[in-house]
C-alpha cells in the first residue's frame, strides 16, 4: 500500500459572519492525511469537527490557511470520483429507489445513466444490499439507509472516504455494523477513511484518533509509530 499524502492542510480555518457575529469554526487546523489511514476525529457536537470534513471534501472554502490534495487533484475534481463523503443524518433522495440514489452523484458528475446505475449495482452486492435495489427510503430503517448511504459513496470509487457522524442516530448495535461495514468497504476499496463522532465506542474502532475541541485540532504526535490496526483510544 502506498504511504502517499491524500491531503495537507496548512493553518486552516474557517469563519462563518462577519463583526461582531462572527463565529470561528475551525482555528489553524494543521494536519496530513496519508493513504490507508483509519482515522476518528473526535469531539462533542458544534466541536468543529463537521467543518473540517466539509473542508477536506471541498464543499467549503478556508478563510485561512491552505488546503491541497496532492495525490487527488483540484478541489474542482474531488466528486465524484477521489473523495466521497457520507453526511450525518438522512441523505437519500425520497422520490429515488435504492439504485437511483446510489447512482445519482454519478449522473450529475456525468457518467453516462446505464454506466451509473451498473455501479450503483455492485456497489449494492458489494455490501449485500441487492434485495434493497427497487424499494424507497421510507421503507428501509435506519441501519439500512445509512448502508446504502455507505454504497452510493462506493459508487464513486473514492480514495478517501469521509463519514461525518455515521452512528449518530443509530442505536448501537446498527452502530457497530455501520462501522463494520464502513471498515470492510475501505479494505475492499484500498481507501482511507475518516469517521468523525462524538462516541468513543466508534473512535476506538480506528486506528488513529485526532481531537476537535471549541474549533482546535489536536493530532497525537505519536501515532505514526502505531499500527494502523491497533485501535486508538478517545
Known amino acids: 500500500m502506498s504511504d502517499e499524502a491524500l491531503v495537507r492542510c496548512d493553518g486552516l480555518a474557517r469563519t462563518y459572519g462577519s463583526g461582531r457575529s462572527a463565529v470561528v469554526a475551525l482555528h489553524g487546523a494543521t494536519c496530513e492525511i496519508r493513504a490507508g489511514d483509519r482515522l476518528a476525529i ?17 464543499l467549503e472554502t478556508p478563510t485561512a490557511g491552505t488546503i491541497t490534495w496532492p495525490a ?9 470520483g477521489p473523495v466521497a463523503l457520507i453526511l450525518q443524518g438522512p441523505s437519500l433522495l ?27 449495482r455492485r456497489a449494492l452486492a458489494r455490501l449485500d444490499l441487492t434485495a434493497l435495489a427497487d424499494k424507497l427510503p421510507e ?16 459508487a464513486q470509487e473514492p480514495r478517501l472516504l469521509l463519514a461525518d457522524e455515521p452512528t449518530g442516530q443509530l442505536d448501537h448495535t446498527t452502530a457497530t455494523v455501520v462501522i463494520d461495514v464502513l471498515l470492510e468497504a475501505v ?7 475518516i469517521v468523525s463522532t462524538h462516541d ?3 473512535g476506538s474502532r480506528l486506528a ?9 485540532l489536536s493530532t ?15
Not at 487527488?72 to 465524484?80: E, F, M, N, Y
Not at 428501509?140 to 459513496?153: E, M, T, Y
Open 72 to 80: 487527488l487533484g483540484t478541489r474542482a475534481t474531488l466528486r465524484p
Open 139 to 154: 421503507e428501509l430503517s435506519g441501519g439500512q439507509a445509512q448502508r446504502v448511504a455507505i454504497a452510493r459513496a462506493l
Open 94 to 120: 425520497p422520490p429515488l429507489d435504492v439504485t437511483e440514489n446510489v447512482a445519482l452523484p454519478l449522473v450529475l458528475g456525468g457518467v453516462d445513466a446505464n454506466d451509473a446505475a451498473a455501479r450503483a
Open 200 to 202: 468513543p465506542a466508534v
Open 42 to 58: 473526535m469531539g462533542p457536537s458544534g466541536s468543529g469537527k463537521s467543518t473540517l470534513l466539509h473542508l477536506i471534501a471541498g
Open 187 to 193: 479494505a475492499h476499496a484500498d481507501a482511507a477513511l
Open 208 to 216: 488513529r484518533c485526532w481531537s476537535v475541541t471549541d474549533g482546535r
Open 220 to 234: 497525537d504526535p505519536t501515532a505514526r509509530a502505531r499500527s494502523r490496526e491497533e485501535p486508538c483510544s478517545a
